[in-house]
Structures are given as structure tokens and as C-alpha cells.
């Protein structure tokens, strides 16, 4: 259990009131920081309203796109989503141009190798992507990664991934 706060120190020196009804510097600095922090208190949002201001977030649930073919190209719609590839045979996800798929900079898109079929992903032509050896694939069933994309036509590739 939090101990409840301490509160503030009042100055114990003489509190004197000058002939024009002014406090002393102390006191007028003490008064201050209260009606400084009153001020900030009031800007605060109730806790009862976190949890309406949650629920009202659409990217709390990701979107589910299960994929059963041998080939696949990233959409817009895959933005934010969780693709999932099962297929016994390999699979191949093409990454694509800024000009065919305008996903925004700083989309993120994760996989996951669901079936047997091994995972492997091209970038379209002009796409730059950068990953842990120049690694393209999937390691295996089970395996999972994330794409971000970090420039118009340049991604980022990490996870579980292999040659």
C-alpha cells in the first residue's frame, strides 16, 4: 500500500503583513507555487475518463490477414496488421514500391510463418531493404518478424529470419 503524501512545509519563520497589505517574499513564493500547481491540477484529465479514452483507440485490436497462397504483395490495408502465411508449399510476399503501394514511412507490418511452406520476401524493383545478413525469409514454421518501413521506397526487416 502507497503512503499518502506528505504535505507541503509551511515557512515557520514570523508571518508580518507591510502597511500595504503585502506578504513577505517567503510566504509570497509559498502562495505562488500553489496557485501554480492548482493550476496544472486543473488541466489534468479525471482517471475516470482513461479508460473511455481507450476504448476509443482503433489500434488497440490489430487486423488478422491469413494468407493460404504461394504469393502475396504487402497492401495498404496491411498496415498495422498481423499477416499470417500458411501454405505447405514455399511462399513468396513481394514488398512494394512507394509508387505501386504509397504505405506511409513508418508503417509496420508483422508476419508470421504459420505453415510448413517457407517464407521468403522480395522487394519490388527500386525497394531497398535492410536486415541482419541480407536475410530474406522466414527461419521456420513458427517464426515470426516485422517490417517497418523507414523511407519512400526503404524497409527494415527484423525477427526470427534466416537465408
Not at 503512503?3 to 505562488?32: H, K, L, M, R
Not at 489500434?59 to 505447405?88: E, K, P, W
Not at 525497394?127 to 517497418?148: D, F, H, P, R, T
Amino acid at each position: 500500500m502507497t503512503a499518502a503524501p506528505t504535505p507541503p512545509t509551511i515557512p515557520s519563520q514570523q508571518v508580518t503583513v507591510d502597511s500595504g497589505n503585502q506578504v513577505t517574499p517567503v510566504w509570497y513564493e509559498y502562495f505562488s507555487g500553489l496557485v501554480k500547481m492548482y493550476k496544472y491540477l486543473t488541466t489534468l484529465q479525471p482517471l475516470s475518463d482513461l479508460q473511455a479514452t481507450l476504448d476509443s483507440k482503433s489500434d488497440l485490436l490489430r487486423t488478422i490477414n491469413n494468407q493460404t497462397g504461394t504469393t502475396y504483395t504487402f497492401a495498404l490495408s496491411d498496415n498495422g496488421a498481423y499477416v499470417r502465411f500458411s501454405n505447405a508449399s514455399a511462399i513468396t510476399v513481394t514488398i512494394p514500391s512507394n509508387a505501386s503501394v504509397a504505405l506511409p514511412v513508418g508503417a509496420q507490418i508483422d508476419v508470421f510463418q504459420k505453415g510448413v511452406g517457407k517464407v521468403t520476401f522480395v522487394g519490388a524493383v527500386g525497394v531497398s531493404i535492410n536486415s541482419a545478413g541480407s536475410w530474406l525469409s522466414l527461419s521456420s514454421q513458427g517464426a515470426g518478424g516485422s517490417w517497418v518501413k523507414v523511407d519512400t521506397n526503404e524497409w527494415d526487416f527484423v525477427g526470427n529470419i534466416a537465408t
